[in-house]
């Protein structure tokens, strides 16, 4: 795929969606003189490109109860490790990220925790797999 698979205009309504995914087609259409059905069809074109892959929301996960928000570097302890420690990471509720990483460690983790007990709950857990060192959250800045 290059990025002349797209022009000026698919360009802008992507622009668009990022800013705000909520947007109507119609919406969209008057900001790039198209009609809603037109921005329809670039739109799905986009997605069948595998240019849009999905959408997704800003959130509070404060308002939730989710209060610790925890960054963990992990240590697998053997390489058969990896695969059941990827299945636990995907299928836990708390673990919103996960990345395998070059340099120290072996995976990237971010977690959201309801409270200190449940982070060391989930540490207790990584325990199976290997080691871990635990980074907080102390104020997003960007």
């Not at 037109?38 to 892959?53: D, H, S, Y």
């Not at 058969?80 to 990345?99: I, T």
């Not at 409270?115 to 199976?128: C, G, P, S, T």
Request: with cysteine; proline share 1%; hydrophobic share 40%.
């Amino acid at each position: 795929m290059t990025a002349t698979q797209i022009d000026h205009t698919d360009y802008r309504i992507l622009q668009l969606l990022i800013e705000d995914s909520t947007l109507s087609h119609k919406d969209i259409g008057a900001l790039v003189h198209l009609t809603g059905q037109a921005v329809g069809a670039r739109i799905r074109r986009m997605r069948e490109l595998e240019i849009i892959e999905g959408y997704t929301i800003h959130w509070n996960p404060l308002r939730i109860g989710q209060n610790i928000h925890a960054f963990i570097t992990v240590f697998l302890s053997t390489k058969s490790d990896h695969l059941p420690f990827q299945e636990f990471a995907k299928a836990h509720d708390n673990v919103a990220e996960v990345h395998r990483i070059s340099g120290e460690g072996c995976y990237w983790m971010r977690v959201r925790t309801v409270n200190q007990e449940a982070l060391n709950a989930l540490l207790d857990e990584l325990l199976v797999y290997g080691n871990y060192r635990v980074n907080l959250d102390m104020g997003q800045i960007k």
